[in-house]
């Protein structure tokens, strides 16, 4: 029986020195269009500026009017600006060129631009400490779009977050409407003049204290400006600091480049003076590391090994000289946190258990209410949801009076879902709103994916599936700027189930494939309830 394709063309925008990530570019576009072409009715073609001929003219002239054919643009750049298209001066590189363009194109009403997607390579450490011109173009260009806050962007740090980041993007325009599309301006701050990037004063300037360089790297990923941060946190790692190779480690996590998270986590693991002390201290960092090493690899799906990881994380932090109880708890919640993934609910809560038998002799009402929210998801997984809305109530009252607003964001968002889940909604949506408020305002990516996500849940339980369309995509968004499988997973089948309610079992079905590969990979038994729940609801709907 034939099948009708929509064909979508992307511009495949990059200086020359990106061949190997244009060539995985490419890879990742076939592979989707293989695997998901004939479900979602589109087939993407990938247009670039290796695939047309020399010729008398400017090259760009050549190449602009493919662009304007396109739906969509990516945009790829690495430590490499590119050299200018022309003698006019106007763009001092092809590659800007090509997303000035592109950006005049999503403001016309008339074309067919709408989308695009800028990508940062993230650069080693060593290269940031000496960028020389053309990195620092790069570096210039990636601040002025977090300052505009008008367009979004993304990094990768391997081929598969390269990959990753592609495909999501690729499942999000294979569901977009090719309806009227609706003008996007987007304004960025002035370019800095080659004289002013020549004046500016490199960060290794302006102190020579790793201290000093470390606050100033947190002050910046503070502020959300999160390439200054990049840039100072490679001057403070360079004596190899275990202090400034921790915070520089657990930025990149937060900000999903987790494969240089774990390089810099091994840095510090492969420190012989450090490997070699048994003092509290020591013992911490090293610690420190094997715990969010753990993390990682349980944010990528990877469950073995993160289990194996902090279970000598847990061991480790028992060989200090000294108690170092709060990082042996710490390792504790996580071993637990995992243990529940693979399925192991006995084994976590002993972890969970230990934590707070440790917390009741030395923890502060903020750790007492870690092991009660950490309890309480123990009691979700098992479908227990009364007790586990016992345990969320328990930690909010430890926070009353030593308030934490990242724990009591996640003590406000359990009680929400474990009310939901048991059919009620009085009092939820005010516990929503907070989870939410506390969330945006500490910068805490993942726990506004998860507000958001139970605001779609809360608003599908009250039959307005249009407002819980817009809070799922604001999951989706987040969860796909943090790494996060599970948070993406629930977005997707959160917007299967907007889908359905609108009466789109097709889309509904295609949507649901999507949180179905997410949710493998988190190795989330509740995300698989829901699947398994919703997957039903499709299949009565079409019969």
């Known amino acids: 029986m034939p099948i009708e394709l929509s064909g979508r063309p992307i511009f495949l925008a990059s200086p020359g020195n990106l061949a190997h990530e244009r060539d995985i570019c490419r890879k990742t576009v076939s592979a989707f269009n293989e695997d998901r072409a004939n479900a979602t009715g589109v087939h993407f073609l990938v247009r670039g500026w290796e695939q047309f001929p020399a010729g008398v003219g400017r090259p760009q002239a050549k190449i602009n009017p493919y662009i304007d054919d396109c739906d969509f643009m990516i945009l790829m750049l690495g430590d490499h600006w590119g050299t200018p ?29 709408r989308d695009l997607l800028v990508l940062f390579k993230t650069i080693d450490a060593d290269r940031l400490r000496d960028p020389g011109p053309q990195l620092c173009k790069v570096m210039d260009f ?33 569901v977009q409407p090719l309806g009227i599309r609706v003008p996007q301006t987007i304004t960025l701050p002035a370019q ?38 990049e840039a100072a946190f490679s001057h403070a790692i360079k004596d190899g600091d275990p202090e400034a190779l921790t915070e520089f480690a657990q930025f990149m996590r937060r900000t999903g480049r987790l494969e240089k998270a774990l390089e810099l986590n091994n840095q510090l693991l492969d420190d012989p003076t450090l490997l070699a002390r048994d003092d509290a201290e020591a013992v911490g960092y090293r610690t420190n590391s094997l715990a969010n090493m753990g993390v990682i690899h349980r944010k990528r799906g990877e469950l073995t090994r993160s289990r194996d990881l902090l279970h000598e994380a847990v061991e480790t ?63 979700m997984n098992l479908g227990d949801y009364a ?62 994916s998860i507000a958001h996500a139970l605001f779609a849940r809360l ?44 009466g789109e079992t097709s889309r509904a079905r295609a949507l649901l494939r999507e949180a179905t590969v997410n949710a493998r990979k988190a190795q989330s038994l509740l995300l698989d309830r829901d699947i398994e729940q919703t997957s039903a609801k499709i299949a009565a709907a079409e019969t």
Request: charged content about 25%; hydrophobic content about 35%; overall charge negative.
């Open 85 to 113: 298209p022309g003698l006019d001066g106007t763009y001092s590189s092809g590659t800007e060129e090509e997303f000035h363009r592109c950006l005049e194109l999503l403001k016309s009403s008339d074309a067919c631009m």
């Open 142 to 174: 990636r601040d002025r779009l977090e300052q505009s806050k008008s367009l979004l962007f993304d990094t990768f740090d391997s081929d598969d977050s390269l990959s990753g980041v592609i495909t999501r993007n690729l499942v999000e325009w294979a």
């Open 192 to 229: 800095l003049t080659p004289a002013e990037l020549s004046a500016s004063t490199p960060i290794h300037e302006l102190s020579d204290s790793t201290p000093q360089l470390l606050e100033t790297a947190k002050k910046h990923a503070a502020a959300g400006h999160l390439m200054q941060a």
């Open 317 to 379: 932090a028992r060989t200090s000289a000294e108690p170092i109880n709060q990082k042996l708890c710490y390792a504790l919640d996580n071993y637990g946190l995992t243990l529940l993934k693979i399925a192991e609910p006995d084994a976590a809560i002993q972890s969970f258990e230990e934590a707070h038998t440790l917390r009741q002799e030395f923890g502060s009402p903020q750790e007492l209410a870690q092991s009660a929210i950490n309890l309480g998801r123990s009691q």
């Open 387 to 448: 007790a586990a809305e016992a345990r969320f109530v328990e930690a909010i009252d430890f926070l009353e009076n030593d308030h934490d607003d990242h724990l009591m964001a996640n003590g406000l968002s359990g009680l929400a879902e474990s009310g939901l889940r048991q059919g009620a909604s009085a009092g939820t949506r005010g516990h929503i709103e907070q989870a939410l408020e506390i969330n945006e305002r500490i910068q805490n990516s993942d726990g506004a």
């Open 459 to 502: 608003l599908l339980h009250e039959g307005s599936p249009d407002k819980a369309e817009k809070h799922a995509l604001v999951s989706q968004e987040k969860s796909e700027k943090s790494n996060n499988a599970a948070g993406l997973g629930t977005a997707t089948w959160l917007l299967a189930e907007v889908a359905l309610a609108k």
